[in-house]
């Protein structure tokens, strides 16, 4: 099972089906002709939607804390940014990134501290979108750099 093809589904009578790519099997004696579950015909783990990975052995390093206790300081969210960039010296020079610090990743950028922006520094912010979710946030930013995602950004943000 490469892709995690098969899912499970209730059946209408209660019993339990498998989606096995596009046909949905039901145990004998089931009728019925639509599940319970999710209408995509996409198989589970396809494309860019598939769950983030988290080591086994270490589980708390694909984990952040969405909140501190009182004792730290207070409730803090922790929070993800999509940011949009446009070269100042080169306009027609865009860029789209992924930070939980904007503040600093801007200035890295400003700086010359990543190879891909350091050579149309230095850079304005136009416009940040943030996100609670970090997988929504990454979904969005991996959005932002596919071909329909560049059309609604060309049309919406810039």
Request: hydrophobic share 30%; net charge positive.
């Amino acid at each position: 099972m490469i892709y995690g093809y098969s899912a499970r589904l209730e059946c209408p009578c209660g019993g339990i089906g498998r989606r096995a790519g596009f046909k949905i099997l039901y145990p004998r004696g089931c009728v019925g002709s639509s599940p319970t579950g999710g209408t995509t015909l996409r198989p589970a783990g396809f494309g860019w939607l598939t769950p983030l990975r988290v080591s086994r052995t270490e589980p708390h390093l694909g984990r952040r804390s969405v909140a501190r206790s009182f004792s730290e300081g207070g409730l803090e969210n922790v929070m993800y940014y999509v940011y949009l960039l446009r070269s100042i010296d080169f306009p027609d020079q865009t860029y789209i990134g992924f930070s939980e610090d904007l503040k600093t990743r801007l200035n890295d950028h400003n700086a010359g501290k990543s190879k891909h922006t350091a050579k149309f520094a230095p850079w304005g912010l136009v416009s940040y979108h943030a996100f609670a979710n970090e997988r929504k946030a990454r979904e969005f930013d991996y959005y932002l750099k596919t071909g329909s995602g560049k059309a609604f950004a060309n049309k919406r943000f810039w």
